[in-house]
């Protein structure tokens, strides 16, 4: 049985269709890439996913059980088992990286606070910042922000974790020690979303490579078979441009 399935899913925005027809099945473990242009729907779908835009139709299963995306308590259980990292960091500027990383877990989890630290102390060990658990956001890298926003999402010991390019607003010699985290993350077994516009990342560390246009799924396969033999002249084209840059 899939981890997650995604069966005709529909969503709109502002009254305009962004998502339709969207189907999937991902397996535990699996990190699953997605790309095509600007506008596609990627970013979509992982709010879609989150609850943070409810589908208009279609539904989402999550260990063999449906999802009803307008009952608060089933979004609410949902999100303990699914967590979102955006490529804005988000983190908050008041509160030193341990205290970024713990407050979710102890104060809306309910979690013990030293079982809690002591994991954070791991997880930012994991991430390469174990010197900076004291330190404040505006003392820290870009990519070091990034890494702490991911140690702040795993914190929450989510099943699958889904990363809204990550490496967006990152500069190019910072992107790599983002990269390498999620390399860990994925050697690891975690199960993963990812949209990202870093195709030679995507083709190292995908199960699957899931091409999107204008709100639907055009075409999925392995890197492979996405980057060297599409099917689609849609993927082609897409295909053709960047792999030319």
Do not use: C, W
């Not at 609850?51 to 949902?78: F, M, T």
């Not at 490496?167 to 190019?172: E, G, N, R």
């Amino acid at each position: 049985m899939p981890q997650l399935e995604i069966v005709n899913l529909k969503a709109s925005y502002g009254g305009q269709t962004v998502l339709e027809d969207i189907n999937m099945a991902v397996e535990k473990g699996e990190t699953i890439s997605l790309i095509g242009p600007s506008g596609s729907g990627k970013s979509t779908l992982l709010r879609v996913l989150t609850g943070l835009l409810p589908p208009i139709s279609g539904h989402v299963i999550l260990d063999g059980k449906k999802i009803d995306y307008r009952n608060k308590a089933q979004v609410q259980e949902l999100r303990r088992h699914m967590a979102i990292v955006f490529q804005q960091y988000n983190l908050f500027q008041n509160m030193s990286v341990m205290k970024n990383v713990t407050i979710a877990p102890i104060k809306i989890r309910g979690r013990d606070k030293k079982e809690v630290i002591e994991y954070a102390t791991h997880l930012l060990e994991r991430v390469g910042l174990a010197d900076k658990h004291d330190a404040y956001p505006d003392e820290l890298s870009g990519g070091q922000k990034q890494r702490v926003a991911i140690a702040r999402a795993l914190a929450l010991r989510p099943d699958i974790i889904l990363l809204d390019e990550v490496t967006a607003a990152l500069d190019p010699e910072l992107v790599n020690e983002v990269l390498d985290v999620v390399r860990l993350m994925a050697s690891q077994g975690m199960t993963m979303f990812i949209v990202s516009h870093e195709m030679a990342f995507v083709r190292e560390v995908s199960a699957k490579v899931v091409f999107m246009a204008s709100g639907h799924v055009v075409e999925v396969g392995t890197p492979e078979q996405i980057f060297d033999n599409p099917t689609q002249q849609r993927t082609k084209d897409f295909v053709g441009k960047i792999l030319r840059h």
